[in-house]
Nanobody, 128 residues
Framework: VQLQACGGGLVPSGGSLKLSCVAS????????IGWFLQAPGKEREGVSC????????YYLDSVKGRFTISKDNAKNTVYLELDDLKPEDTAVYYC??????????????????????WGQGTQVTVSS
């Protein structure tokens, strides 16, 4: 089971990026996928997640209306579109996976400890 996050970069405040989380070794169809960020010196924090069963989505309050999570099961990829980026969004972004049905997504979907598999992160830097 491997996850690879990519798509980060350096953008000005107000800019946009689209991150991709590509899975290999397993089918995303059966997993909850979450996106997390970790700023320097801070703990990893859940940003958004999407379920397999009904593609329900959940977001951290501070990113609602700016970030959009989506998935393409045919490409075994989950995306996180980041719009209206702010300097405080600067962080390393990670994707994680856990088998659908293993957790209450509504309650724990944005908690890093709930996830079993992780990819390497991708750096997002927003300049002011």
């Amino acid at each position: 089971v491997q996850l690879q996050a990519c798509g980060g970069g350096l953008v000005p405040s107000g800019g946009s990026l689209k991150l991709s989380c590509v899975a290999s070794g397993f089918k995303l169809d059966y997993y909850v996928i979450g996106w997390f960020l970790q700023a320097p010196g801070k703990e990893r924090e859940g940003v958004s997640c999407i379920t397999n069963f009904d593609s329900s989505t959940y977001y951290l309050d501070s990113v609602k209306g700016r970030f959009t999570i989506s998935k393409d099961n045919a490409k075994n990829t989950v995306y996180l579109e980041l719009d209206d980026l702010k300097p405080e969004d600067t962080a390393v972004y990670y994707c994680g996976a856990v088998e659908d049905g293993q957790i209450s997504v509504a309650r724990y979907g944005l908690l890093p400890i709930a996830y079993r598999y992780w990819g390497q992160g991708t750096q997002v830097t927003v300049s002011s």
